[in-house]
């Protein structure tokens, strides 16, 4: 699940990158793991300053920064896992600013694909396996925040 926070109305592709962006942030999580708690109350604070929340996975490309909320069933996901690598992707080609939060998980649990992280990624997809390895490690190696109890 994703959202992304903006206000301008332009989308730069990959092949264009200009530093004009459709939305300021965007916001890759697992709904289950967060929305009730860390998400929901990241969401209602992004509204209370007026920047607006969309669902569209072309808001990666569009947006300035993209934030990653790494949670026990994160890697479950597919969907959250092409975000990762979408979101890396600009992190290269538009030098978007990722900024990795860990939600009572470990840092090293998702570098080293250990736990729910290491179970995910081997039922996934043959052809993806490999890029979701390298995405989780090359992530989990940016600074980032560790949250470990609720707030």
């Known amino acids: 699940m994703a959202h992304s926070v903006g206000k301008e109305n332009f989308a730069p592709s990959l092949s264009t990158p200009i530093l004009t962006y459709e939305n300021e942030v965007f916001i890759s999580f697992h709904a289950e793991d967060t929305r009730t708690r860390f998400t929901g109350h990241l969401f209602a604070a992004l509204e209370r300053k007026r920047i607006r929340a969309s669902e569209l996975m072309k808001a990666i490309e569009a947006s300035r920064i993209a934030v990653v909320v790494f949670s026990k069933n994160y ?61 989780l490690k090359d992530v989990a190696n940016l600074a980032g925040y560790s949250l470990n109890r609720d707030r």
């Open 75 to 135: 890697a479950t996901s597919n969907g959250c896992l092409d975000e990762l690598v979408k979101i890396m992707e600009c992190q290269r080609v538009l030098n978007q600013t990722v900024l990795p939060i860990f939600y009572k998980v470990s840092p090293s649990d998702v570098r080293k694909h250990k736990g729910n992280f290491a179970e995910a990624i081997m039922n996934g997809p043959e052809d993806k396996v490999n890029i979701w390895k390298t995405t």
